[in-house]
């Protein structure tokens, strides 16, 4: 199951009983990481490792490159990210998916699902850069 790739799998047998605690164990697990709070700090330190690592790649269409400013947590149970960037189109989503995965093997998020909002820039603040030149 490709879309639930970061669930644990634990094999068990209804039929002896086999292993049934490890499913107990795995929902602790699960349900810890469900609930985690991490500071800016920290997800910024990671954010920066993983663009250290691989930079947002240049678009072929403008020759634009993302940017991410920032990132921080914004809600939990699921864990959610935002990612503050210039504009959240140029971020392919396979680089979304590399930014997941480094984040998920750097703070542990075994066993939940993460959302990460990917936030541009507003058009109003858009606008006041193109007239100060920048």
Not at 53 to 73: D, H, M, T
Not at 100 to 114: D, H, I, M, N, Q
Not at 120 to 129: I, S
């Amino acid at each position: 199951l490709p879309s639930v790739s970061w669930a644990p799998i634990a094999l068990v047998s209804a039929l002896t009983g086999q292993r049934c605690p490890k499913i107990y164990d795995a929902i602790d697990t699960s349900v810890e990481n469900h609930r985690q709070r991490f500071k800016t700090s920290v997800l910024n330190d990671v954010l920066q490792d993983t663009v250290r690592w691989q930079p947002p790649p240049i678009l072929r269409k403008g020759g634009g490159q993302g940017k991410i400013y920032y990132c921080n947590q914004v809600g939990r149970s699921p864990p959610t990210v935002a990612m503050f960037c210039n504009r959240a189109s140029f971020f392919s989503d396979n680089y979304k998916r590399f930014v997941e995965r480094k984040f998920r093997e750097s703070l542990g998020f075994e066993g939940t699902p993460v959302r990460f909002l990917w936030r541009g820039k507003r058009v109003r603040t858009l606008e006041r850069d193109k007239k100060r030149g920048r």
